[in-house]
């Protein structure tokens, strides 16, 4: 089936730095790819859609300057976490949405890596 | 966008059936139905995807009434290892969709004693 991987797993910092995770589609190629965000005891909580070769698409709220999102090809999408506090301290999901075969009643299937901790001092 | 209502939390024994009811009244004629499962400090896990009556895979079947007003999903004989949040979506991921964006609810927390 489909993998999606992330990089890091986890990662601690200290206020004011700024992380990097990574989303990767291992065996396909995905045009979109979608960043959520969970605390503890909480639903996921889309942050924003990212489109290969075009700029993000951020959902409501989400600040598009302290979350940058590249996607630089079809298999890799990136979220910069920029001057992080500990607010932002949170699992952070990526997922990848892979492309159904060629029939009307196909569809697009999202499978989602397997999220990074981060924890901001 | 479909709002869905989920129970908060359903308990099981091992190797009973689980029926997990998930509510969407205003889905939309493009809209998918689509559930996950998540385990604690990982990504949802896709479990199974319909658009109307009976979609059936290795590991659940989903059930979905003419109206898709509402959907269930089907875990034959549970067992300690499918104690996880369980998750119904519904959106236009349709092939070909420029949208695709998929809205989490609270879930429904399963709980499988032995």
């Known amino acids: 089936g489909a993998v999606v991987s992330q990089h890091p797993s986890w990662v601690i910092c200290k206020s004011g730095t700024s992380v990097k995770i990574e989303c990767r589609s291992l065996d396909f190629q995905a045009t979109t790819m979608f960043w959520y965000r969970q605390f503890p005891k909480q639903s996921l909580m889309l942050m924003a859609t990212?489109?290969?070769?075009?700029?993000?698409?951020?959902e409501q709220g989400v600040e598009k300057d302290k979350f940058l999102i590249n996607h630089a090809s079809l298999t890799l999408s990136t979220l910069t976490v920029t001057s992080a506090h500990p607010e932002d301290s949170s699992f952070y999901i990526c997922?990848?949405?892979?492309?159904?075969?060629?029939?009307?009643?196909?569809?697009?299937?999202?499978?989602f890596g397997p999220g990074t901790r981060l924890t901001v001092l | 966008l479909a709002k869905t209502t989920q129970p908060i939390s359903m308990d099981s024994y091992e190797g009973q059936e689980v029926n997990i009811t998930c509510s969407h009244n205003?889905?939309?004629?493009?809209?998918?139905i689509t559930w996950y499962q998540q385990f604690p400090s990982q990504g949802p896990r896709f479990i199974i995807q319909g658009y109307k009556t009976k979609v059936t895979n290795e590991v659940a079947s989903l059930f979905i009434p003419a109206d898709r007003k509402s959907s269930t999903l089907s875990l034959p004989r549970v067992s300690l290892s499918d104690t996880a949040v369980y998750y119904c979506?519904?959106?236009?991921?349709?092939?070909?969709?420029?949208?695709?964006?998929?809205?989490f609810g609270r879930g429904t927390q399963l709980t499988v004693w032995p």
């Open positions: 990212s489109n290969e070769g075009s700029k993000a698409t951020y």
């Open positions: 205003n889905i939309a004629t493009n809209d998918y």
């Open positions: 997922s990848a949405r892979e492309r159904g075969a060629l029939s009307v009643s196909s569809t697009d299937t999202q499978y």
């Open positions: 979506l519904v959106g236009d991921i349709g092939r070909g969709s420029t949208l695709g964006r998929l809205y």
